[in-house]
Structure formats: C-alpha cells, structure tokens
C-alpha cells in the first residue's frame, strides 16, 4: 500500500516537472509574439499632418489647429534614417507649400526683391526762382505747378515804388547829362543792380517817363514744382517766388528693408514701373 502511495507522488511531481518544462519552452515564444504583433500594430498605426505645418502630427485625421487646414497622411520612410528634428514631407506637401530647393555650391545665387519708392527731383537739378526788384506781384503768368518754362521767358510783372523813384532820378539826371556825366551814370548803375537791361533803361530814356511795371524773367529752364507767391503779394528784393526743377534726370527712391540689405549692392540691375 505504501509502495502504490509512494509512486503515485512521484507520478504527480514527474507532472508538475514536465509542465513546468513546457510552460518555459512556450514562454518565450509568446512574449517573441507579442513583440511582433505590438510592432505590427506601430507600423500600420497612420499619423496625420499639416502639409503648411509639418511639426503638426496626430494619430486621427483632422483640422490643423493653426491654420484650420485638413491634415493630410504623412508617409514614413521605410529604410531612410532621419534626424529626430528632421521635417518630411511629401511632393504633394512640397508642391502646396510652395517649397524649393538648391543644390548647395560655390556660386552665386540670384535674389529678386520686390521694393516700394517714389520717384523725386534730382536735387541737384532744384533751383529757386527769386525776384530782384521789391514791389507787389501785379501778374503772374505762370501759375500752376507743372508747367514748363524757358530761360529768359516772362513769368511775372511787379508793380515796384522804389524803381519808379530810381527811373524819375534817372530821368532827373539826364537832364544835366553833359555837365554832369557821373550823375547819370550813376543813376543807370542803380537800375542795372535791379537787372534792368540796357534796353529797358533806353526805353525809360526815349519815352521820358517811367515804366511802372516790370517783367520778372526765368533764370532757369524746367518744371514749376512749387509756388511761393500769388498774384497781389508783396514781396522783397531776392525772394523766392518758385521752384524749378529740370526733370531730365530724376532720382528712384526705393524702401529696402533692414533683412534685405545684405542682397542690395552697388552695381545690381534695378527693374522698375510707375504707377
């Protein structure tokens, strides 16, 4: 009776050793298994991006939280290895970005700049129109701005109380011409400092009375830009009465931003159109 106890125990640990056995041999496997299916379930688990905002990544399809775009799949690279801080993206993505790339070398690249300016008179070009007699503005025959004068043409006549005075001394002195020359000469000088020409004085003389207005003629040729005066002002010996500019040449102001400055250098080829 003992003898059938003691082999029945034995059986029982023979069986307990043989699925203990088993138990380990099957063990690995499992957890092999379990790998791979865990693996599989990463590889075929789809990420979702913006094609404007590639950092954007979820595990569902969507809306970019930036830019509300619907996000796109992003294809993963089977055997490429990339930098972790690496973006991909694909030629779709590429194309709605509107990304370019350049072969990375030793010459020159082209930047084309879009810039914002005005055109402005040269201002070497510039000049001020004064008058050189005192007297109020009784005409101006030029009087708007973008009209085109000639040296030596009429812009105004002033109306001058002083060159009436100097005329009559004029007229004073030539009375007394031959006894005393010097007087007349004298009283012609003080016409010739207001630019009175020599035909001018010979008219006072032959029509024996002063000429009461004036003609103020351009010392420069070009585009009136500015007024100063209107017709009834008074005004002073040597002031301006407007601006004249020769507009041959002219000058393009361009707007370049502080970023951009590093691509602007002397000599570039400028494009430009006028608005």
């Known amino acids: ?20 056995l088993i138990g380990w041999l099957i063990k ?9 299916n865990g693996t599989n379930n990463e590889e075929k688990e789809q990420i979702w991006t913006c094609s404007m905002h590639p950092q954007i990544k979820r595990n569902e399809p969507g809306d970019c939280p930036i830019c509300g775009m619907e996000l796109i799949p992003l294809e993963s690279a089977k055997n490429d290895i990339l930098d972790p801080n690496a973006i991909q993206m694909s030629p779709t993505a590429m194309k709605i970005a509107n990304v370019q790339t350049r072969k990375v070398g030793d010459d020159l690249s082209d930047k084309f700049i879009r810039l914002n300016g005005k055109i402005q008179v040269d201002e070497r070009l510039r000049n001020t129109q004064s008058s050189h ?6 005409k101006l025959l030029v009087n708007f701005t973008g009209e085109y004068v ?8 002033v109306y001058s ?3 009436v005075s100097t005329q ?12 005393q020359p010097q007087l007349f000469e004298s009283a012609k000088n003080k016409l010739r400092n207001w630019k009175i020409s020599e035909n001018q004085i010979d008219k006072v003389l032959d029509q024996k ?18 007024m100063l005066t209107a ?45």
């Open 231 to 275: 017709q009834g002002d008074y005004i002073k010996q040597g002031q301006s009465i407007y601006e004249i500019a020769d507009l041959s040449n002219v000058w393009v102001m361009f707007d370049v931003y502080e970023s951009d400055l590093q691509w602007v250098n002397e000599g570039d080829f400028v494009e430009y159109t006028v608005d």
């Open 209 to 226: 009375k002063p000429v009461e207005s004036f003609p103020i003629r351009a010392d420069f040729s070009g585009y009136v830009t500015k």
């Open 161 to 163: 109380p002083e060159l």
């Open 28 to 36: 690995p496997s499992g957890e092999s298994n379990s790998d791979k």
């Open 133 to 138: 007699i005192p007297g109020r503005i009784e």
């Open 1 to 20: 009776m003992k003898k059938i106890l003691k082999n029945k125990y034995v059986l029982v640990v023979v069986v307990l050793l043989v699925g203990v």
């Open 168 to 179: 009559e001394e004029l007229l004073e002195a030539q009375k007394v011409k031959e006894s």
């Open 150 to 157: 000639k040296k030596g043409q009429i812009l105004a006549y």
